[in-house]
Antibody, heavy 121, light 108 residues
Framework: QVQLQESGPGLVKPSETLSLTCAVSGYSISYAYYWGWIRQPPGKGLEWIGS???????YNNPSLKSRVTISVDTSKNQLSLNLTSVTAADTAVYYCARGGYSGYAGELDYWGQGTLVTVSS | DIQMTQSPSSLSASVGDRVTITCQAS??????LNWYQQKPGKAPKLLIYDASKLETGVPSRFSGSGSGTDFTFTISSLQPEDIATYYCQQYDILNSLTFGGGTKVEIK
């Protein structure tokens, strides 16, 4: 059974960098699939942040592109997200999820439970 | 960027009713359209992928249709456990994903 678990600081100061990790169990992220990050501001809808293919190619939301870095630590089977220069607008529940098997980023079939990150001084 | 317009934003229906949600893409997305259910405090759950394919384990009262720019999600007989917010999501050949604004489904 594939499981994903996000972790990281729950509070980040404005202008600093938000850093989260997603521990994946039940599947090797270096083997196949896209792996991505999605966020949801309190009371609002879902926003795709970016995805990484198992080969290392990354794809980011154009609205966030210059602030987002997605990487993988294959030795730990973990996905990471760095979001720089955060503001209150980046306050959200952050999810990691598994995407398509091949071709395109596709459907998100396994999700973590999400972690709330608040940006505040 | 491809925009997804989902409607209605909310609806109220009785148990047993047929519920329909629509999603319109700003350009042709073939059948690259998925539907999710999200209950309060929980992660979204994939229900339908590639516009009309039912994810394993999802009840058959859920269905999807459409291609190109216009898509429909249907609950054939609304059940109390279906109370949730539903989202459409497209993906494109540039590996960009976009979600619709969501539809909150309530029991009348």
């Amino acid at each position: 059974q594939v499981q994903l678990q996000e972790s990281g600081p729950g509070l980040v100061k404005p202008s600093e960098t938000l850093s989260l990790t997603c521990a994946v169990s039940g599947y090797s992220i270096s083997y196949a699939y896209y792996w991505g990050w999605i966020r949801q501001p309190p009371g609002k809808g879902l926003e795709w942040i970016g995805s990484m293919y198992h080969s290392g190619s990354t794809y980011n939301n154009p609205s966030l592109k210059s602030r987002v870095t997605i990487s993988v630590d294959t030795s730990k089977n973990q996905l990471s997200l760095n979001l720089t220069s955060v503001t209150a607008a980046d306050t959200a529940v952050y999810y990691c999820a598994r995407g398509g098997y091949s071709g395109y980023a596709g459907e998100l079939d396994y999700w973590g439970q999400g972690t709330l990150v608040t940006v505040s001084s | 960027d491809i925009q997804m317009t989902q409607s209605p934003s909310s609806l109220s229906a009785s148990v047993g009713d047929r519920v329909t949600i629509t999603c319109q893409a700003s350009q042709d997305i073939n059948n690259y359209l998925n539907w999710y259910q999200q209950k309060p405090g929980k992660a979204p759950k994939l229900l339908i992928y590639d516009a009309s394919k039912l994810e394993t384990g999802v009840p058959s009262r859920f269905s999807g249709s459409g291609s190109g720019t216009d898509f429909t999600f249907t609950i054939s007989s609304l059940q109390p456990e279906d109370i949730a917010t539903y989202y459409c999501q497209q993906y494109d050949i540039l590996n960009s994903l976009t979600f619709g604004g969501g539809t909150k489904v309530e029991i009348k």
